[in-house]
């Protein structure tokens, strides 16, 4: 293991304080300073050491005042390493003081696991370095994890460097200038992947984030992860479940201080739920096809199947008011073909309004019209919630009969319009199979902030223009 090179004092006297360090660094020891006292902490001083502490103890001081921040107390984290870490063979004991002593609280894991198999280890993780080294001496096979948020510290954990490239770099980070940073900790497990080591920034709780695509068996693969809060990392010596062992490439000891994330990935930690969208269409051009098909599956399962009169009169409306045309009229910008700016959303910069079929989709979610699907977060409707929207209404009812009037198309009768044949047999009124009354979704403010890319929460349900798609008799 590397052993520090960067230490302030390349002074004889240095040197030798330093190497007495890492000898009591190599027994669990870790020397504290206090004022003008040393506290040694994590075990007991091997004999002739008290003595040989006295002696030195100006040098030693020295050299711990000389370091840039000194431990004082409880405050954590350690931006910068006070002592030598533990030498190539250091025990898993040593490691764990160590940590521990450097203000990591940790946790122990065992070998092969990614995580803790025991409960409460979030609220209990071990900051002291008697327990560190009691749990390692016997437990030496077990790994080291750290709990980030305890330790204020986050972290970048790439699974699938060849696919995280392009989604970074789809939001304007360089993933492998990154990985290169000389400033920036770096630890290996499997050489596949990669995990940087980040200070938390202070004053503000970072959520912990993953970008995942659908595997071939219905499973999430993960691309990367932002890791922060109540989460830990395997520190070396660890093992991966591969059976390989996780290793320092970078060190933090070896850099001046761990360093906060840059600031383009604190952008993206922050404004997660608008960017991933853009992360995803890079690595998965399909992806948002897939979604968009499957929330017009869901809208047309909720529309019916076009057995009453009234369902006639829409199908008549879409197939003489082609969706272009109803945008045109709206003043809808193309941005490309069958790709608009949202004009339930404006400022839509980032097109997220597209047409399918005789339906239109729009990606952000919670539109004021139509359908959001509770699976993709999508909102999905037809012309007729377009002349909805474009004419203020209250309902698609009102502007079917409107729309119907302006295009020539025969309403039903009004034995029909009035009677019990609406809503129709396949009635959005009939109650979920999960027992739930459907409720109304809340429409966007219009003209307020834009949602971008917000997912409307997951239990959202039918909202009541489709629960009444047809007007009754006026
Ligand atoms: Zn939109």
Redesign the pocket.
Known sequence: MTMTTAQPQPSQEGEQVRLLLAELAGQGICLELDGENLRPRGGKLPPGMRQRLVERKAEILAYLHHQPSSRNGQTLPRRRFLRPAPGADASPAEWAAYYVCNGFSVVHVKRGKKGPDYTGWQKNPIKDERRAVQHWTRHPADSIGVVLGASGLCSLDVDDIDRARPALGAVGIALDALLDDPAIPRIEGNPQKARLLFLAPTGEMLPPRKLTLTGKNGQPVMIFELRAGLVQDLLPPSWHPSGKPYRWLRAPWDIEEIPEPPATLLNLWRRWEELQPRMLAAIDPDAGQRQAEQAACEYRAHQGQGETGWDEVRRQIRERRPLAEQLARMDAQERGRGKYS????PP?LNP??WLHGDLWI??????PVGFTSSKTGY?VGDVVDLYQFSKGLDSPGKATVELARELGIALPDSSERAGRSLPPAHSLTDPPRDGKLPVEQSAAPLGGP???YSIPPADCCIPACLLHPYPMAD
Do not use: K, M
């Not at 729009?362 to 539109?367: D, E, N, V, Y």
């Open positions: 949202c004009i339930l959303h839509d997220s309004f729009c990606a952000h979610g919670g539109a909102s834009p949602a971008d």
